[in-house]
Structure formats: C-alpha cells, structure tokens
C-alpha cells in the first residue's frame, strides 16, 4: 500500500493554476524530494496534502484512505500528517517539552510525559526540555519543530523548505539529523525544497516541478544525468548543450563522439545532447597543432576553476578542472566529451525553435 496517493489534484488560484492535474505516489518510507522554483506550487501542493487547501479536481489517499475527492473531506487534525515549515513557528510561551507536547492529544499525562521524553532524546534534546524557544538556537528550534511534528507518530511528514533560514553548516547537519531520524522511524516524507543539490541528496525519488507540474520524477542519478528536457537539464546542475548527429549507434559531436543510448538510435529528428561541466575534458594542443577551442573565461570556485572554452562553432563548453589545473584566457586547447554514463539526448532546441514549435520526436520504419 502507498503512504500518499494523488490522483489527478488540481488547485486554481483564480486564472492561476497552481497545481494542474497531478498525479503523485508515495511509497512506505520513502523521502520524495520535490523540487522546483519559487511560484512552482510546491507549497500548494503539500497543503493539499495536508487538508490546509481543498483541491478542485481529484482525490488525495493517506495511507490507503480518501481524505479528499469523491465527496470525502477530513480536516487537517484527522489527516494523521506531521508538518514542519521553513519558519518553525514554536508557540513562544510554551517550553521545548511543552511544544513538543502539544500534538499528542488523547494520552495521558504519563504516558504524554513519557512520549515527549523519547521523542527528544530521539535527537539529542533532552538536556534542552525546560527552555523557551527565545533560548534557542536556528538550529535547535528548527529540531524542536522537526520533534512536535514527529511525536505524535504520523502517517507521513511533510517538510517545507524547512532549512532555508539556516546558514549552510548548520542546515547540513540539521538535514542529517532529521534524515537520520525518519529512516528510524520509517517516516515517509514529502521534502519540499527550492535547492537542487539539497533534493538530489536527500531523496530516494526527486520530482521536478514547473508551473504546477511534475516535468520529471525518479531517482536522483537519473534525474540529474538524464533529464527528459532543458528545463529539468539546467535546473537540476550547470548543462550547456550540442547538436549531435546519429551515425549508426555513435553520436557526433563538435566536442568529440559518443556511443548513443538504445532508444535514441535510429532516430531521425535533429538531436542535442547535454553536456555538464565535469563532463568536458580539457587537453592542451600538442605542439604546432592548434586545438580546436580556445579558453574564454575562468573562474575560481575553491576547490576547482570553471573553464569557459568557445569552439569553433562559437558554441561556449564549461569545464570544471581540479585547482591544480588553469589554463589562462586566451589557450588553445582541445575540449572534449567525457561522460561517465550515456548522455541525455535532447530534441535540438534551435531546430525546435526554428519550427517554431517543438515537436515529437519522429521515430523510423
Ligand atoms: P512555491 O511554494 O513553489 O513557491 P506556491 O505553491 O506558494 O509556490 O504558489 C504557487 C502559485 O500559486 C504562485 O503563482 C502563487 O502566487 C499562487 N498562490 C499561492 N497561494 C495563493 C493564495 N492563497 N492565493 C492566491 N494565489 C496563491
Ligand atoms: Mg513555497
């Protein structure tokens, strides 16, 4: 059985369609990650789910049950969900131990007592039970929040954007925490984010949203290094594209040949692929032969310096190189493909453009 259902959920916000028509599923335990930018309707689509909005179309299931759609509606407080926001909006008057028991209605004040003991010991707060939320740190409040939402033992936890307020260390840690935490407690989550690297780590699926819509959901490798199109390419990590041309199950290229995926050989539209900047190699030009590419901007990123080469072509390659290795503006040099798993193969967005619209890709025979 799966944690969540979504079955064909839409929300309009007068002419805005803040969710169209999306079907989503949840399996036990498991971490989605959805990821998109700002206006996406991520937040509209976790408060669906929560019973804070009531869709237009389609039915949302918990844990097998319909608590909205077909006739059906049950409330926030009967939907069994957990939820933690990016501001953890801890009640200021109540102590660590007193928020954290403030979901946990119809035990008693023993067994109550006991519950939030566990729950805070669960992430190391014990020693933190008597203080009031003015007392804590970004961090420790964040992991309070994360605690309340976690004690009454939920069907399912959603988590929107919840370390966005917290600077990049302490959000690393805080995110390992609560990760940490629902493995053990076999939680599944819906974990809104606006930060690509964040969703590609935490989640065992990723689902990419636009305008209301999920344009690609699987597992992170694939969603980072085959997207199915350039907005999920270039929202995902840096992607720079090239047309490529089929020749048998080889893939050509300005920057070098590639072997073509199964599915795309035989294909007769006109075709990119998608290049990441540590997918591009760069080799200096032997001695009196002149590369093809010359070197047209560096950047120093700490650990690595982006290269930004132009082709012949005038097409622009990046190429993320170890500190050790800077070529200066101005080198000649050969760039060249390198991926370590076949590339994405993309419709070629000029020639799409070209026809003024993008069509399927024709397929022979
Ligand atoms: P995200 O969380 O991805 O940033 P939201 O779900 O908050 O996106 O918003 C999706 C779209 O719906 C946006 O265009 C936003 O302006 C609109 N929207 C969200 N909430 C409301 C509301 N209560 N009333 C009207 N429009 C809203
Ligand atoms: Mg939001």
Redesign the pocket.
Known sequence: MNALELDGVRKD??T?P??STLDLNLGEGEILALV??????????L?LIAGLEEPDAGTVRIGGDVVAGDGVWRPPERRDVGIVFQDHALFPHLTVAENVAFGLTGLSGARRRERVAEALAMIAMSHLADRYPHELSGGEQQRVALTRALAPRPELLLL?EPFSNLDRHLRTQVRADTLELLRKTGTPAVF?T?DQAEALAVGDRVAV?RA?RIEQLGAPEPVFHTPTNRFVATFMGDADFLPATLAGDTLVTEAGSVQAPEDVVGRVDALEVMVRPHEVVLRPADDGTDGAARVIDTEFQGGFILHTVRLDSGRQLRSLQPHTTHYPIGTRLHAELSYGHPPAVLPNHDAAATNGHHREPARPR
């Not at 930018?37 to 689509?45: D, H, Y």
Request: proline share 5%.
């Open positions: 916000y007068g805005v803040a969710v998109g930018p700002s206006g996406c309707g991520k937040s509209t689509l408060r929107d809104v606006h949203m209301g």
